[in-house]
């Protein structure tokens, strides 16, 4: 049976009270009883309750974190980066997936605001980021992860999302095709993304193909869907962009569906550098977020807004890199 804080006092020969001052380090408890508790807690495997903890206005050692959607590998990864390095610093993470919608996101922020986390982790897509600011207390710190949403005053650490979209154009570009599609999410990293592709395309004289551009939903499904629009026009592009990677496991979908062969005859390349890139075949090529150097700079700014609430609002940019597969080749 678990022990109690009651167990621990009978054991102790103390009061319930010295104990909650010894877990709370709260009190003027002598060094010989304090250690005595300890020792006893110890002994009977005592695990204070972090609720407990919580209402008493102590620290919870746990962040809450927000994501679109599990079933993307890309943040299962980012969970699974930013859960090293939180337990690194002595912290729990409370992973919520919102599904991309607003009202589901809203409810887990009240939530995990009643359970007095210590931090919050916005990975998550909002519709009306705006609503956002109605939520969120100046006495929780907060970052904002891979999201430049530059109508909010908050931290964030995120990836140059225009350079990648520019340096994907690049690399298809230096490989000679000038004929490119691309397929995005309805998001504010999709939209920089497609921003820097575009610029890619007229600072080469080419002047971007709008029907050869779509926007989805983000999945393979949706992506598949949204190359056939693509590969099934009169006239189609010999290399298609698209702002993720499982969008780019379904554009490599509809290719195979209608006898097209990447990169033969179609290259494709993605963004995110998730595991999906790694086992597809062909290897997909693809624009890379440096995930675990962005969990460890968003896990060590929410520390330090805890010492200092007040520190002006930072925006960390990381530095996308292209990871060259077998899913382009030459024109």
């Known amino acids: 049976m678990k022990s109690t804080i009651y167990d621990v006092a ?31 807690m110890k002994e009977l495997q005592y695990q204070p309750s972090v609720v407990a903890s919580a209402l008493t206005g102590k620290k919870t050692s746990t962040f809450g974190l927000l994501i679109s959607d ?26 919520c997936s919102t599904d991309n919608k607003d009202d589901k996101g809203m409810n887990y922020i009240s939530l995990l605001q009643r359970k007095q986390i210590d931090g919050l982790i916005i990975a998550c897509q909002f519709t009306k980021w705006s609503h956002l600011e109605d939520y969120i207390t100046e006495s929780l710190p907060i970052v904002l992860f891979s999201k430049d949403i530059t109508s909010l005053t908050m931290h964030t650490v995120t990836v140059d999302d225009f350079k990648g979209g520019y340096e994907a154009i690049r690399h298809l570009l230096q490989l000679g095709h000038a004929d490119i599609g691309i397929i995005t999410e309805d998001s504010p990293s999709g939209e920089h993304r497609v921003r820097g592709a575009k610029q890619a395309m007229k600072d080469a004289g080419i ?8 926007v989805v939903h983000s999945s393979v499904a949706e992506g598949c869907s949204g190359a056939n629009q693509i590969l099934q026009q009169p006239s189609r592009p010999t290399a ?3 702002c993720n990677d499982l969008l780019a496991v379904g554009a490599m979908q509809s290719a195979h569906q209608i006898g097209l062969q990447v990169p033969n005859d179609l290259s494709i390349i993605g963004f995110d550098d998730t595991i999906l890139s790694q086992i597809v075949v062909p290897r997909l090529t693809t624009i890379a977020q440096p995930i675990p150097d962005m969990a460890k700079e968003t896990i060590q700014l929410l ?28 024109r």
Do not use: C
């Open 10 to 40: 009978k054991a102790a020969g103390v009061s319930i009270a010295t104990v909650s001052k010894v877990v709370n380090q709260t009190g003027n408890i002598s060094v010989k009883t304090r250690e005595r508790v300890l020792h006893i």
């Open 70 to 95: 599990l079933a993307n590998p890309f943040f299962a990864e980012v969970a699974r980066n930013l859960e090293d390095q939180a337990q690194a610093a002595g912290y729990s993470i409370v992973m």
């Open 207 to 214: 002047e971007p193909n709008e029907q050869w551009i779509t």
């Open 240 to 242: 298609i962009f698209t």
């Open 303 to 330: 520390l330090r807004q805890a010492d200092t609430p007040d520190m002006p609002k930072q925006k960390i940019v990381f530095q996308p890199q292209l990871v060259s597969g077998d899913s382009t080749q030459l």
